[in-house]
Structures are given as C-alpha cells and as structure tokens.
C-alpha cells in the first residue's frame, strides 16, 4: 500500500509506516506523477485535487487535515469512487483563539471596550459559534448571519446580512469558499459589499482569502471607510499583495488554525479515517507527545486592572499575535515559511491561571473561555 502525504502535517511520521509504504513531500511538490500509482492521499489546502490532477490515478482515499475542502473536486471523487474527507471543527477553538486575540489587541490600539459593542459574526459553524459565545461573555451585542442555517433551523436569531452589515462595529468573517451555487462566498465582499459596512467599523476575515476583493478592501481602507482590518487569509497566498499587508492592523500568513493543538486534532481525525477505511489495526489514535507550552503557569495581578486587561494578558500570554504579525511583515516572502515553521501554540486549556486579588466575575469568564483557574 502507498501513501502519499504532505511532509508539514505535524505527529504524522512513523505512525502508518507498520502498514504502507510512505512517501512525505511538500505539499505545492506533491504532483499527479508522484500519486498516479498511490492508494491514499493525506494532504493540507496547498495540494489542489482537481479533475486533472486525480483523473488516472489509483487513489481510493484522500484525506485533508483541514477544515476546508475546496481544493478538493469533491464531485470527480464522487463519479469516480474516490473516498475523501476532511476534518471539521479540528481547529475551531485555535481560530477562536485568534480571533479572541485579535480582537483585544485592536480594542487596546483604539483604546475603546468590547463590551457594549456590536459584533457581526458571518457564518456560524464550529468557529463561529465559539466566537459567539466569548462576545457575549465580554458583554457585546452579537448579530449572526447564516443563511443556510437560518433556512434549516429558521432561527429567529439570525439577522439578515444587510441589516448585520449596518449595525456592526466588528464583522468578522467565517465562511467556506464556495465559488458557485446559492450560497456563494467568492469575493462576497467586493466594493458593493463593503460600502454597505458601517462607516468606522472593523473587518477580521479568517476563513478563505477570496472571500473578499482585494482591490475594493484597499480601497475602503485607504480611503477611510473602515476603521481597519485584520487579515489571515489572502487571495493568491503565498503570493500576497503587500499593498493590502501595509494597511491592515494584524496581518499573518493564514495560521489563524494552527495551534498545536488543532493540527493534533487535525492529523487524528485523518489517519483515523484511514484507518477505519483500510480496515488498519490503529484506533482512536491521538498524538501521544503534544509539547507543552514552556510556561503553562499564569499569574496575573489583578489590582487596578479591568476586567478586559486581565483577559488580555492571559489571552496574550497563550498567543501574542503581534509576533506573527511582526514575522509577516518583515518578509511577505516568507509566506510558505512561516506556515511551515509555526512555532508551539497551545490553546487556552494548557494554561492554568493563579489571580491575584481577582473577581469571581473575572474568573468564571476566564474558565468559561477553557483556562484552569488555580
């Protein structure tokens, strides 16, 4: 049995080598010649699996370790008995993570409060619904759109995008790419869209690059219509325009996801697939050996402070995304380097948190957001 596999999909070496012959390779390396005779296929979203690409191969499975699957053609799968699948909801709390982080740095650059602000969360899946729940937990007034769920659920909570554009001082973007169909995502938000945001608001988008134009979010940037903006995700990666990179507040080069722990998430859900596909003597596998963060102990004294600048530093001292901002921007280059490099980033429940003179309110937010409180 031969397994190709993308050589950046972490905990993966040594595990499937006792039942195939693996083969490890850059995922932009990983070409049809290199597949052409494998049975399985474990790849990230750099490994584009289209009809010409797959058509003449032996492939039976494929297995992306992300929660995305458009660089997948799904319906060629299909027609052709294909198997694949993804892995959903792997990295939603790393997302979230980033987004928590994200939003406390630009409240603290524009010295204003999330509470009392209104949050717009576009797309509430897995990521979305976590987002969701810290915005309230730091008092905002959150507005949700999804259309889909909304035509399922009929939710009288959902908003219509419109109406959520209008009102929102933070729209925040978690959306699949879908190219085509009712439900189209691709450049959803071109220069129409944006001109439809509140004038001073701010734009996070963390799911595909193409979901927004780049030349219209340019242009609202420059010319003042938003606030500002803070983007992982970029059309064209790892080829960005730097143009946009020098008037974002946060830009990083589409990591939101990789905690360690998301790509732990990631990887098991995959090989246990496979494994349940092949019918190989592996179950319920997980990383035995995820690193610990070198400091999983957090003290935070909490006189004189809000209860925002409490939450702000544990949540920095777990991810400071000003380092990944500072390593994009000193060399866009990098790009493909960074992502995969990425350094140890372990989410919120690693951590432990010793308050000094804190709230019980303080507190129970925190353990609400996953921290052990000591």
Partial sequence: MKIVA?????????????YANVIYLPGKDITRNIVKDADALIIRTRTKCTEEFLSGTSLKFIGTATIGFDHIDTQFCGRNNIFWT???????SS???YVIAALLKTAQ????????????IIGVGNVGSKVERFGKLMGMNVLLNDPPRARKEGRKDFVNLSDLLRASDIVTLHVPLNVVGRDSTYHMFDEKRLAKIKKGALLLNTSRGEVIETN???KALSEGWLKGAVIDVWENEPDIDTGLLSLVNTATPHIAGYSTDGKANGTSKIVNSLCEFFKLPLKDWYPPDVPAPSSPVI??????KTD???????????????IDDSDLRSDPSMFEKLRGDYSIRRE???YSIKLVSGTDHVSGILKSMGFKIL
């Fill in 308 to 322: 925002e600048d409490i939450i702000r530093e544990a949540v920095f001292h777990s991810y400071d995304i000003s």
């Fill in 348 to 350: 919120f429940p690693a």
């Fill in 95 to 97: 997302v979230q993570q």
């Fill in 6 to 18: 993308d050589d950046k999909i972490p905990f993966l070496k040594g595990i499937l080598e006792p």
């Fill in 86 to 92: 993804n892995a959903p909801g792997c990295n939603s």
């Fill in 299 to 304: 003290t935070i004294e909490c006189a004189g």
């Fill in 109 to 120: 650059e524009y010295g204003f409060s999330l509470k009392d602000k209104t949050l717009g």
């Fill in 216 to 218: 219209a979010l340019k």
